[in-house]
């Protein structure tokens, strides 16, 4: 094959902290980003404090890594994913991608389920699995910071307002109802619970969002979500509401 006339690969120099007990994740990022690019690339390793502060002072930056291609200073992670060109995530806007990574999971989850005990993936069981698994990781996000989802709760939920502590039993209200409908156990518990957060919460969520009109973010995967109240919520509701009447139809 004659490779003279290939062309000749870019090339770059990142200068980053490698250390006996710290390797920056965003450096080793930089790195990746750049040989899939297509660049050659010149690796500086900074491998001490003193180091990493002289190269700081030197080139008049506060972080690292830093890239430079041919003799202009391109910058930090960030600052390299705008020069090629990528996609820059903002961390304020708003984003379904947390629930539907969620909701696929707990399909998933479901159908496996479904499959270990009965041979097939689609059956009502699967079903009945999908809502009760999607409660007890619903319920699991918000329990990581209790305080912060109860904070964004109190914006919307009717019930939540009148008697705060509401704000703090609800996930753990959720992921009992959940657990149980999963083992399909003590229904004359699971169903009540399940109707009343269910109930509540649709109500609180249709309010605030259709008849108030209101813009506020949905603390039904936890408190740091830039998820909208709205759709998402509601649906978590409605769910639990259907999930408690079948339920209780088959218990009958």
Not at 59 to 73: D, Y
Not at 113 to 119: D, L, Q
Not at 161 to 170: G, Q
């Amino acid at each position: 094959m004659d490779l003279s006339n290939a062309p000749t690969p870019r090339r770059a120099v990142v200068y980053r902290m490698v250390m006996p007990t710290h390797t920056c994740p965003y450096g080793l990022k930089a790195l990746d980003l750049l040989k899939r690019n297509g660049f050659a690339v010149e690796d500086h390793h900074l491998t001490t404090r003193a180091a990493t502060d002289a190269f700081k002072a030197e080139h008049g930056v506060v972080t690292t890594p830093q890239v430079f291609v041919g003799a202009e200073r391109i910058g930090g992670y960030d600052d390299l994913r705008r020069f090629l060109g990528k996609p820059m995530r903002d961390p304020k806007a708003t984003s379904y991608r947390p629930v539907a990574a969620l909701f696929a999971i707990t399909a998933l989850m479901a159908m496996a389920a479904s499959y270990a005990v009965s041979g097939q993936p689609f059956t009502m069981r699967a079903a009945e699995w999908f809502i009760a698994f999607s409660m007890c990781v619903l319920a699991l996000l918000k329990l990581q910071n209790v305080e912060t989802f109860a904070t964004m709760f109190l914006n919307y939920d009717l019930l939540a307002k009148r008697w705060v502590p509401y704000s703090y039993v609800y996930p753990f209200a959720e992921g009992a109802a959940g657990v149980l409908m999963v083992a399909g156990a003590l229904t004359w518990l699971s169903v009540p619970i399940a109707l009343f957060i269910g109930t509540i919460g649709a109500v609180s969520v249709f309010k605030a969002v259709y008849i108030d009109k209101r813009e506020l973010k949905c603390a039904c995967v936890g408190g740091g979500s830039n998820v909208p109240l709205g759709f998402v919520s509601l649906t978590e509701n409605l769910l639990m509401i259907a999930m408690a009447l079948w339920m209780a139809r088959l218990a009958v």
